[in-house]
C-alpha cells in the first residue's frame, strides 16, 4: 500500500471519529433538551386558607323506642302514633317538612332465654328449652334541622314531653358551605403564590408557569356551647325541669393547597 493511500485512510477515519464525536454530543443535547421539557426543574410551595363563619343550622336526631308483644301491628300503631305526636310538635314550631328526614327504622324480635347450666349430652334428651320470642321492639329514629337558633331548647325538651325517648348530640353547619370553602380556596392560592414570588427571588432564579395544583380536603374547626345541666339523652321527669341554652359559636373552613411551579 503506497504512503498516499495510506494518508488518505488516516485523514478519513480521523473525519468519521470527528462526525460520530459531533453526533454523540448533538445527541445528548438533544436528549437533555427534551427531559427538561418532560421533566423541568420545579418546586412547590403550599398555601392555607381559613374562613369563620356562624353557622345558621342545629342539626341533631331523636328516636322513638316502642316495646311491645307478639302482636306487631298493634306495636306499629302504638309507635307510629308515638312519633306522629312528636314530628307534629317540631312543625308546629317552625320547623319545616323538607328539615325533617327518617334516619332508621327497625324492627327487632325480643327473647326470652333459658339457663340450662352444664347438660349431658343425650340423643334422646330435650330438657333444655331454645330461646323463645317474647315480643318486639319498634326503633324509628328522624333527623332534623332547626334554623330558628332560639327554639333549640324548646324543641330539646318538647320532643321528649311528646314522646320521644332518645336524642343524639347536636351539631351546627352551615346550610351551604360552598361559598366559605370557595373564599378559603381563594385565600390559600394568594398565599401559596406570594411565596412562590418570595421563592424565586431570594433564591435568584425566574418563576415559570404552574404547572400543578394540588388541594387537600377541606377541614372544619368547630366550637360550639351547650350551657345547662340538661342532658340530652334525659327522661321525660328531667325535661320538664330544665331547658338547655345552646349557642352555635363560631366554625372554621380551612383548605390547604400546593402549587407547582416550573424553575426558568
Given at each position: ?5 495510506k494518508d488518505y ?219 345547662s345541666s340538661y ?34
Amino acid at each position: 500500500m503506497s504512503q498516499k493511500i495510506k494518508d488518505y485512510l488516516g485523514i478519513s477515519i480521523i473525519m468519521s471519529l470527528t462526525i460520530f464525536i459531533i453526533s454523540l454530543a448533538l445527541t445528548s443535547y438533544h436528549y437533555s433538551q427534551s427531559l427538561g421539557e418532560v421533566f423541568p426543574r420545579s418546586f412547590s410551595v403550599q398555601g392555607e386558607g381559613r374562613v369563620t363563619i356562624i353557622p345558621d343550622i342545629a342539626q341533631f336526631s331523636f328516636s322513638v323506642i316502642t316495646e311491645g308483644g307478639k302482636d306487631t301491628k298493634k306495636l306499629l300503631i302504638e309507635n307510629t302514633q308515638k312519633m306522629n305526636t312528636v314530628t307534629t310538635f317540631v312543625k308546629n314550631n317552625g320547623v319545616e317538612s323538607k328539615d325533617i328526614k327518617t334516619e332508621n327504622y327497625n324492627l327487632e324480635p325480643r327473647y326470652k332465654s333459658f339457663n340450662c347450666g352444664p347438660v349431658i349430652y343425650n340423643m334422646n334428651s330435650n330438657s333444655c328449652q331454645q330461646n323463645q320470642i317474647v315480643g318486639y321492639t319498634i326503633t324509628q329514629t328522624m333527623s332534623v334541622k332547626i334554623r330558628d337558633f332560639s327554639k333549640i331548647g324548646l324543641i330539646l325538651n318538647g320532643i321528649i314531653e311528646s314522646g320521644a325517648n332518645s336524642t343524639s348530640g347536636i351539631s351546627f353547619t352551615l346550610d351551604d358551605v360552598t361559598k366559605s370553602q370557595n373564599e378559603a380556596r381563594v385565600e390559600a392560592i394568594q398565599k401559596a403564590q406570594k411565596i412562590a414570588h418570595a421563592t424565586a427571588e431570594a433564591s435568584g432564579f425566574y418563576l415559570g408557569k404552574l404547572i400543578n395544583i394540588n388541594e387537600n380536603a377541606p377541614q372544619s374547626n368547630y366550637d360550639y356551647r351547650v350551657s345547662s345541666s340538661y342532658e340530652l339523652n334525659s327522661v321525660k321527669s328531667m325535661a320538664t325541669s330544665v331547658t338547655p341554652t345552646i349557642e352555635p359559636g363560631t366554625k372554621e373552613i380551612i383548605i390547604n393547597v400546593v402549587l407547582s411551579y416550573e424553575i426558568q
